[in-house]
């Protein structure tokens, strides 16, 4: 099936709003692939510092209600959250309504910079996609799950493809590649007795169920570097022709020397830089920086004609091969890892502006580590946690909620405590949205003329400033997933207020609070397509950490309530304590006794005491 054919289906399938697991993994079927990422050398930790000089944007104001429609129509629109050219409501607290514009931090720059697309509403964004020869871990799913938030599809708006891109209205065409052509790939082929290129494919496949688990979006495009041999071999010869490699028995080097702009993304010196290879250093190289385009066959490896003998592609000329296939040498964005800045990134730059004269990227972005125990996470450390083996235990959207719950750029600490809070967060944010779905399906949203009252309207319009605020500042997800704390309170109070003559306007508050905060989270990526689906798998997550059955719990809620009712209140604090300690919290309510998934006592006092 082509791309175009897929795409097609895909659109179609959207028609209805809403789509499950099996039907977005369909969409993750082959499309192509290839490209790589960057380094922590020079990059700053995040710190939050909304830029002062953006001017204010506002909505109009005829009418409460004419208001709260123009507010959610602009939100669902390719529009910008709000109108520029209008006056009109402010925040609570009275400050003017933030801008819908986006601020990135520029790796070559060292600084945020304003976005502007390279073509109005067009983006182009290249993102290093993995070397597929292992299940991918939790650092390779902060890349892929940072770019997702910053990516929108370029399919109609709905639950499951609207990410901050699209929200700002850009048409974006998101590259991501496969790396299927490796040193890495070849010697796992070699261990288990497998054809590398087969290997390879299949941990494609594994790679991407795991981006369906995550509520990753497909790529436009996902080239593979097999699929790519003659792109790669043309831009190698155009290198050679503008006398910026070298051949050696087959191979063929990149002359670092040729590009006197080297280091100037990582910020290093030619002199201290370290061979730009994954092996050790060639004496056969003119300067130990210089690194391979073209490594001759070997025997037993997958090897493909060229010009210099049959072989295969060096690592760093893959990427710049194929995002110029899909983008051009001249697109808007490239990211990745920050451990991809020196030498991937550094290499790709200068051997793209030796092929063309020119490479003009406009923002190089970069996440920050996955870290275990301070030490970045990675393979060859011997110190990860494979995707699937976290989502044995934990809720994939809890584990999306724990990645955004640090800014991009800062490094994240994995730990089982961050892990279980954010499962209890993302329990408590679906358990109030169910619960607020049900109170409005149960009840008439009142007369045409029933108005949000002034101080939830505030609530809602303050909210979205914050976010648009903070997105629009480097992608500050910390910042927006705490403020949702804001909107869900207001809605658990309006939830245990009794009804009344106010009725209409409480069920009128409750689907707009409702409405804001399940936009933040379609954008975000964590809107589930049910609540209760994704309720009980949390709860089946919690007892299986627990090593608990629910029957077991069950068992346990039955002796506690003859406890209580033996007057036996010893026991009936042990029990409850039994199972908070294994995160399962007992709640009493007039109709019974119920439980629900919670932070495990012990992991609650060690955060305690955390300084």
């Given at each position: 099936?082509?791309?175009?054919?897929?795409?097609?289906?895909?659109?179609?399938?959207?028609?209805?709003?809403?789509?499950?697991?099996?039907?977005?993994?369909?969409?993750?079927?082959?499309?192509?692939?290839?490209?790589?990422?960057?380094?922590?050398?020079?990059?700053?930790?995040?710190?939050?510092?909304?830029?002062?000089?953006?001017?204010?944007?506002?909505?109009?104001?005829?009418?409460?209600?004419?208001?709260?429609?123009?507010?959610?129509?602009?939100?669902?629109?390719?529009?910008?959250?709000?109108?520029?050219?209008?006056?009109?409501?402010?925040?609570?607290?009275?400050?003017?309504?933030?801008?819908?514009?986006?601020?990135?931090?520029?790796?070559?720059?060292?600084?945020?910079?304003?976005?502007?697309?390279?073509?109005?509403?067009?983006?182009?964004?290249?993102?290093?996609?993995?070397?597929?020869?292992?299940?991918?871990?939790?650092?390779?799913?902060?890349?892929?799950?940072?770019?997702?938030?910053?990516?929108?599809?370029?399919?109609?708006?709905?639950?499951?493809?609207?990410?901050?891109?699209?929200h700002l209205g850009y048409d974006v065409s998101y590259v991501r590649n496969f790396t299927d052509v490796d040193d890495k790939i070849i010697a796992r082929a070699n261990e288990v007795g497998e054809d590398p290129i087969s290997l390879s494919r299949r941990y494609c496949e594994e790679f991407h169920q795991d981006m369906v688990s995550l509520h990753c979006l497909p790529p436009s495009v996902e080239p593979r570097v097999s699929d790519h041999m003659p792109q790669i071999v043309d831009m190698i010869n155009k290198i050679l022709d503008n006398g910026c490699a070298y051949r050696i028995d087959g191979d063929v080097y990149f002359s670092v020397d040729k590009f006197p702009q080297y280091g100037r993304l990582s910020g290093r010196k030619l002199e201290d830089n370290r061979a730009g290879e994954r092996i050790a250093v060639d004496t056969r190289k003119r300067n130990p920086a210089d690194f391979a385009l073209w490594k001759s066959a070997k025997e037993g490896e997958p090897s493909w004609q060229s010009p210099w003998g049959p072989g295969r592609p060096g690592w760093h000329i893959e990427c710049s091969a194929m995002s110029a296939a899909y983008l051009g040498h001249s697109f808007d964005i490239h990211g990745?890892?920050?451990?991809?800045?020196?030498?991937?990134?550094?290499?790709?730059?200068?051997?793209?502006?030796?092929?063309?004269?020119?490479?003009?990227?406009?923002?190089?972005?970069?996440?920050?580590?996955?870290?275990?125990?301070?030490?970045?996470?990675?393979?060859?450390?011997?110190?990860?946690?494979?995707?699937?083996?976290?989502?044995?235990?934990?809720?994939?959207?809890?584990?999306?909620?724990?990645?955004?719950?640090?800014?991009?750029?800062?490094?994240?600490?994995?730990?089982?405590?961050?892990?279980?809070?954010?499962?209890?967060?993302?329990?408590?944010?679906?358990?109030?949205?169910?619960?607020?779905?049900?109170?409005?399906?149960?009840?008439?949203?009142?007369?045409?003329?029933?108005?949000?009252?002034?101080?939830?309207?505030?609530?809602?319009?303050?909210?979205?400033?914050?976010?648009?605020?903070?997105?629009?500042?480097?992608?500050?997800?910390?910042?927006?997933?705490?403020?949702?704390?804001?909107?869900?309170?207001?809605?658990?109070?309006?939830?245990?207020?009794?009804?009344?003559?106010?009725?209409?306007?409480?069920?009128?508050?409750?689907?707009?609070?409702?409405?804001?905060?399940?936009?933040?989270?379609?954008?975000?990526?964590?809107?589930?397509?049910?609540?209760?689906?994704?309720?009980?798998?949390?709860?089946?997550?919690?007892?299986?950490?627990?090593?608990?059955?629910?029957?077991?719990?069950?068992?346990?809620?039955?002796?506690?309530?003859?406890?209580?009712?033996?007057?036996?209140?010893?026991?009936?604090?042990?029990?409850?304590?039994?199972?908070?300690?294994?995160?399962?919290?007992?709640?009493?309510?007039?109709?019974?006794?119920?439980?629900?998934?919670?932070?495990?006592?012990?992991?609650?006092?060690?955060?305690?005491?955390?300084?």
């Amino acid at each position: 099936m082509s791309y175009e054919t897929m795409r097609a289906a895909w659109l179609a399938n959207h028609r209805e709003q809403k789509i499950n697991m099996a039907t977005l993994f369909k969409y993750y079927k082959p499309l192509c692939s290839s490209i790589r990422f960057t380094s922590p050398f020079t990059i700053p930790p995040f710190r939050y510092a909304p830029n002062r000089t953006r001017p204010p944007r506002t909505v109009p104001v005829t009418g409460k209600r004419r208001q709260f429609f123009s507010f959610f129509s602009s939100l669902t629109s390719s529009l910008p959250v709000l109108n520029e050219n209008n006056s009109g409501p402010t925040s609570g607290d009275g400050a003017a309504s933030p801008p819908s514009e986006l601020w990135l931090y520029n790796t070559m720059t060292r600084k945020k910079e304003l976005f502007k697309s390279k073509l109005d509403g067009k983006v182009g964004m290249y993102v290093c996609g993995v070397t597929a020869y292992d299940l991918s871990h939790i650092g390779h799913a902060r890349v892929y799950v940072t770019f997702d938030v910053l990516y929108r599809s370029s399919l109609p708006l709905s639950p499951f493809n609207c990410r901050y891109l699209r929200h700002l209205g850009y048409d974006v065409s998101y590259v991501r590649n496969f790396t299927d052509v490796d040193d890495k790939i070849i010697a796992r082929a070699n261990e288990v007795g497998e054809d590398p290129i087969s290997l390879s494919r299949r941990y494609c496949e594994e790679f991407h169920q795991d981006m369906v688990s995550l509520h990753c979006l497909p790529p436009s495009v996902e080239p593979r570097v097999s699929d790519h041999m003659p792109q790669i071999v043309d831009m190698i010869n155009k290198i050679l022709d503008n006398g910026c490699a070298y051949r050696i028995d087959g191979d063929v080097y990149f002359s670092v020397d040729k590009f006197p702009q080297y280091g100037r993304l990582s910020g290093r010196k030619l002199e201290d830089n370290r061979a730009g290879e994954r092996i050790a250093v060639d004496t056969r190289k003119r300067n130990p920086a210089d690194f391979a385009l073209w490594k001759s066959a070997k025997e037993g490896e997958p090897s493909w004609q060229s010009p210099w003998g049959p072989g295969r592609p060096g690592w760093h000329i893959e990427c710049s091969a194929m995002s110029a296939a899909y983008l051009g040498h001249s697109f808007d964005i490239h990211g990745g890892g920050m451990d991809l800045v020196f030498p991937h990134h550094e290499n790709e730059i200068a051997q793209s502006c030796a092929a063309c004269g020119d490479s003009n990227i406009s923002y190089w972005v970069h996440n920050g580590f996955v870290t275990v125990d301070s030490e970045k996470m990675s393979k060859s450390l011997g110190n990860f946690f494979t995707i699937r083996q976290v989502i044995d235990l934990y809720h994939p959207l809890a584990v999306r909620l724990f990645l955004l719950g640090t800014h991009y750029r800062s490094p994240i600490n994995y730990s089982d405590a961050l892990l279980e809070n954010a499962s209890d967060r993302i329990f408590y944010i679906y358990q109030t949205l169910y619960d607020c779905e049900n109170v409005i399906g149960e009840q008439d949203a009142g007369s045409e003329d029933s108005a949000i009252p002034p101080d939830t309207m505030n609530c809602i319009v303050k909210f979205n400033d914050l976010f648009a605020a903070s997105m629009s500042d480097d992608l500050h997800t910390p910042v927006v997933l705490a403020a949702i704390s804001d909107p869900l309170k207001i809605i658990n109070d309006m939830l245990h207020t009794r009804k009344g003559k106010k009725q209409a306007k409480r069920i009128e508050s409750l689907s707009g609070l409702g409405k804001i905060v399940q936009k933040v989270l379609t954008i975000l990526g964590l809107m589930p397509t049910t609540y209760s689906e994704v309720l009980q798998q949390l709860k089946e997550k919690a007892l299986r950490r627990a090593k608990l059955t629910e029957d077991q719990v069950i068992q346990k809620i039955h002796e506690r309530t003859e406890a209580r009712k033996n007057k036996d209140y010893e026991k009936s604090d042990a029990i409850r304590k039994e199972l908070s300690s294994v995160g399962i919290a007992l709640m009493d309510n007039p109709d019974g006794t119920t439980w629900r998934p919670a932070v495990p006592l012990a992991l609650q006092e060690l955060e305690i005491g955390t300084p």
